[in-house]
């Protein structure tokens, strides 16, 4: 069974760029969370999408946004990049909300955006 | 509020040692998970073990365990043998069923198994 997947591995943008990411979750999952790892921050929640609306988001600014498709892969889209936006932006799906939880999540690799 | 507090940030242990990770956390619900995560080189979270709060029980799986322990709100994982292969980030999180599905992470330990 094919795990989640995310694409691009990695992106160089320049500031005030655009950035799009996109994930594709596990066959069956409904729901997509996204986070972004940023170095020496941790791990910080972004958003997360189920059943094609947006249910949570997390602390950040509304130049970060996204969508879930019908198929259940997410895009994730950065506009006005900014320097401190570098970071490795993970992607990970679970059992949607209906199926009770929170369930495991279950993370991609990940696309590493720099900025300069 | 939720809160993850991973004191330790960074191990560095000789293999076969057995090495204790520490999770505390906080939060007001009474319905809530607990999640470990372990992060390699690569990148890429995968996930270890899930513990919801009505479940006390400690759990043994191979090398890892873990005790989970209400009275002190910590769920410490625990690699006996440790092995360089153990060598990585580890994350403790935790979800509040109130806040549908949101994961708090905290800012992990970093495991370094030396040969």
């Known amino acids: 069974e094919a795990g989640v997947t995310q694409s691009p591995t990695h992106l160089i943008k320049t500031r005030g760029q655009q950035a799009t990411l996109r994930c594709s979750p596990i066959?069956?999952?409904?729901?997509v969370y996204w986070y972004q790892q940023a170095l020496g921050l941790g791990l910080q929640f972004l958003l997360w999408?189920?059943?094609?609306?947006?249910?949570n988001r997390g602390n950040f600014p509304p130049r970060f946004s996204g969508r879930q498709f019908p198929n259940y892969s997410s895009e994730l889209n950065v506009n006005a990049l900014e320097l401190e936006d570098s970071a490795l932006y993970l992607c990970?799906?679970?059992?949607?909300?209906?199926?009770?939880?929170?369930?495991?999540?279950?993370f991609g690799p990940g696309t590493r955006l720099t900025v300069l | 509020a939720q809160k993850v507090t991973q004191a330790q940030t960074e191990i560095s242990v000789v293999e076969k040692e057995d090495v204790t990770l520490d999770c505390v956390y906080e939060?007001?619900?009474?319905?809530?998970?607990l999640f470990w995560y372990k992060q390699p080189p690569s990148g890429e979270l995968v996930f270890l073990i899930r513990?919801?709060?009505?479940?006390?029980q400690n759990e043994i799986s191979g090398r890892y365990s873990w005790n989970f322990q209400k009275s002190t709100s910590s769920f410490n994982f625990t690699i006996t043998a440790s092995q360089v292969v153990d060598s990585a980030v580890y994350f403790c999180?935790?979800?509040?069923?109130?806040?549908?599905?949101?994961?708090?992470f905290g800012s992990g330990t970093r495991l370094s198994i030396r040969p």
């Open positions: 990970a799906s679970s059992l949607g909300r209906l199926a009770g939880g929170p369930n495991e999540q279950f």
């Open positions: 066959s069956g999952h409904t729901s």
């Open positions: 999408y189920d059943e094609g609306e947006e249910r």
């Open positions: 939060t007001r619900d009474t319905t809530y998970y």
């Open positions: 513990r919801n709060s009505f479940d006390e």
């Open positions: 999180a935790l979800s509040e069923y109130s806040s549908a599905s949101k994961i708090i």
